[in-house]
């Protein structure tokens, strides 16, 4: 915050004669006579200003999570009876019909997604977004979301590879939340990936040093003594157009598109609600990437839950940091 200073070039008031020592220059002042520093804020407004946006923001972020969630049940109402119609259990339909039917459960499903989206930054925004932690087999939660995804990469033409590595224990995590961080990776892969491409999906065992840096170095990997891992390392590779280095932290920002997207769909959450729900697990993720030569994110979740605060905007940007 600017703050006035007194001038020591200021000329001295009008009708006052200069006599030796000359007295010391006159402060600053506004048109209404008050000296000008008395026009900085207080740290106290400072604080209570602060506080005033900040519950704004969460009103405003209250509200747009409630009015997505009154737009569901209307939403999944229109789905029925897409779904309806496509079965033909009303009478039969013809080719035509089927293909805006097609189109319309396409759209149907899009903006479903979009609200998902948004109920779920709502959510995080406002620490209403817990972790359950439960043990599980993560091979079977990775395979359960590509076998999701598989049809759609199919009808672009992409090629997608999963393969269960055996090495990986049994060990505690938020199913739900882990599918949501790959099914958002796999989407990011799918819209940037072009036809006849291809997307892996890896996951492995990992020894992770807490005091490394967000990326491991070759030195690192080195060091690391991979007998006794104690976490998952799963990764999503893509052979798409990339992402300059500058990028590479904003890309997990709300909100955020890189130049050149923005026609593409979605919001610019799918990589800050990633980011959140790993942090929330006690993890990590980044992203390699070079232009031209596809992204490959990684992100890491330690075999024993981390207890850690509902992940929020503050502290978020503070683990990025």
Known sequence: MATAHKNPCAPESAGVASPEPKPAPARSTKASGQPADQ????????????????ARYQRTTNA???????????????????????????????????????????????????????????ALETGGLRMKFEQGNINECLS????????RFQEKGIALYFLANDKLPLFPFDAPKLERI?????????????????????????????????????????????????????????????????????VFDDFFRLPGTEAEEGMGLGLAIARRLVQGMGGKIWVESDPGSGCKFSFLIPYKPVASKPVTAATSKEKKR
């Open 64 to 122: 747009l999570g409630s009015a997505a969630h009154d737009l569901k049940t209307p939403l999944a109402i229109l789905n029925g009876y897409v779904e309806l119609l496509q079965s033909e259990k009303l009478g039969p339909v013809s080719d035509r019909q089927r293909e805006v039917l097609h189109d319309m459960k396409s759209s149907g499903k899009r903006l479903e997604q979009f609200i998902q989206d948004f109920l779920t930054f709502s």
């Open 144 to 151: 359960g979301v590509c076998k999701i995804w598989s049809n």
């Open 182 to 250: 790959i099914s958002n990776l796999l989407e990011n892969a799918f819209k940037f990936t072009p036809q006849s491409g291809t997307v892996w999906l890896h996951a492995e065992p990992h020894m992770w040093d807490r005091r490394a840096a967000a990326v491991p170095s070759a030195a690192e990997r080195r060091r690391q003594n991979v007998t006794q891992p104690n976490a998952v390392k799963v990764s999503v590779s893509d052979t798409g157009q990339g992402i300059p280095a500058e990028f590479h932290l904003e």
């Open 39 to 54: 026009d900085a804020p207080s740290p106290e407004n400072l604080l209570q200003e602060y506080n005033e946006l900040r």
